[in-house]
């Protein structure tokens, strides 16, 4: 798989497109224009190739056997861990800019507040530091089992019914937060011209290893590359980024028992988290 090296996001960030007099970006001279103001296209909308929802169908049923047991067994974990609803329902921005309501399985406790992770995000929006996740090294509002499902990503298996409807893919740019697109730059709203997935590009070419920019530019270069072929690939990758995830994750804890109870073996540090923890520490600063 093609990999996008910082050379390339360089040359690829100032090339995606102008601002028109009349509030339009024109993103290239093939693609939609998207409205600055809105941030819906302003001419039709951008539509999927007809391709997609016959392979996100193909994948879903040959894999059912796999799936459906283990989104059984995570609902009937989630409800014995933790009281209160299986599942949790948030309002994400899909294709052209359209709304529509994502499925999880729940991780957080049902008195969690939302406002800590929203500012946080907002923060590594206007930075240049790694996505690390909020809850990377603890956090108290988790649910049991929340840090696990987080870490794997298997609490964003309920989409499965997004893709049924249409709604996602199992490949595209992840769906964002309304207030997240509403801080968009005009260039990086060209990424609504996907159906956001399960998993995609920047899943699987570092993640929370990445920034912000980083993250938009490789979403349009899916966009840009779109094809069966590079589907297929991103979704073979998944299954060993979410291994890596889980072992990441599992690091991190015994490094923060480690600095509670200095007794305890250390655990051994991956290259580049000590990155992710200088990031964290700088937004929160």
């Not at 979704?235 to 509670?260: C, D, G, H, P, Y």
Request: glycine share 8%; net charge positive.
């Amino acid at each position: 798989m093609e990999e996008l090296n910082e050379a390339k996001l360089a040359s690829y960030l100032p090339s995606i497109g102008r601002v028109t007099k009349g509030g339009s970006f024109v993103v290239s001279s093939t693609a939609k224009i998207i409205d600055i103001r809105s941030g819906l296209p302003a001419a039709s909308g951008p539509k999927a190739p007809g391709w997609k929802s016959a392979l996100d169908l193909a994948c879903i049923l040959l894999s059912l056997p796999l799936w459906l047991p283990l989104m059984l067994l995570l609902m009937l974990i989630t409800r014995i861990a933790s009281p209160g609803p299986v599942f949790y329902r948030q309002k994400r921005v899909g294709l052209g800019g359209r709304h529509f309501f994502i499925w999880k399985f729940r991780t957080m406790k049902l008195s969690a507040e939302t406002q800590s992770h929203e500012r946080y995000f907002e923060a590594l929006m206007r930075s240049d530091c790694p996505m690390t996740k909020l809850d990377a090294a603890g956090d108290s509002r988790l649910a049991p089992f929340g840090r696990i499902l987080r870490a794997s990503g298997l609490d964003e298996l309920p989409q499965i019914f997004n893709v049924f409807s249409g709604e996602m893919s199992l490949v595209g740019p992840r769906p964002c937060l309304p207030n997240e697109f509403a801080n968009y730059e005009p260039w990086q709203r060209e990424r609504v011209n996907a159906l956001p997935g399960l998993t995609g590009y920047w899943q699987v070419n570092g993640k929370n290893k990445t920034t912000f920019n980083e993250m938009i530019a490789m979403d349009l270069f899916y966009l840009r590359h779109m094809s069966i072929l590079l589907d297929l690939k991103i979704m073979l990758k998944t299954f060993a980024v979410i291994a890596e995830q889980l072992f990441e994750s599992r690091s991190v804890r015994q490094r923060n028992r480690q600095e509670r109870d200095p007794r305890l073996p250390t655990a051994p540090v991956r290259q580049g988290e000590g990155r992710h923890s200088t990031a964290t520490q700088i937004l929160h600063t």
